[in-house]
């Protein structure tokens, strides 16, 4: 069983940067498609970020030029970098991982199976 583990949220201001980790146990995790999904409050849960295992990065058109996320595979860790913060970047940010291909594109939540417990993110104007 994989797990996962957020850390790294916390409470900002507009404008603030943040790094957000993604830990996974395994020592195939390094070859595992991981996204990061965030759900704010009364939404419904939204992607945000992508990276498959050889590094390839993904990121909604919402975080382009703000967002990056990358992976060091050697720490099983999955960072996602977040520049310039809003207060609609509030939410709850979750890290998924896939093992395999599936049906489901990568920008959904379907297309994974291992989530963690969530991180806050709160960014206040």
């Known amino acids: 069983q994989v797990q996962v583990i957020e850390s790294g949220g916390g409470a900002v201001q507009a404008g603030d940067s943040l790094r957000l980790s993604c830990v996974g146990s395994g020592r195939t995790f390094g070859s595992y498609l991981v996204g990061w999904f965030r759900q704010a409050p009364g939404l419904e849960r939204e992607f945000v970020a992508a990276i498959t295992g050889s590094g390839r990065p993904y990121s909604a058109d919402s975080v382009k030029g703000r967002f990056t996320i990358s992976r060091d595979s050697a720490k099983s860790t999955v960072y996602l970098q977040m520049n310039t913060l809003k207060p609609e970047d509030t939410a709850v940010y979750y890290c998924?991982?896939?093992?395999?291909?599936?049906?489901?594109?990568?920008?959904?939540?379907?297309?994974?199976?291992?989530w963690g417990q969530g991180t806050q993110v709160t960014v206040s104007s």
């Open positions: 998924a991982a896939s093992a395999t291909a599936g049906n489901f594109g990568y920008t959904s939540e379907k297309r994974y199976t291992y």
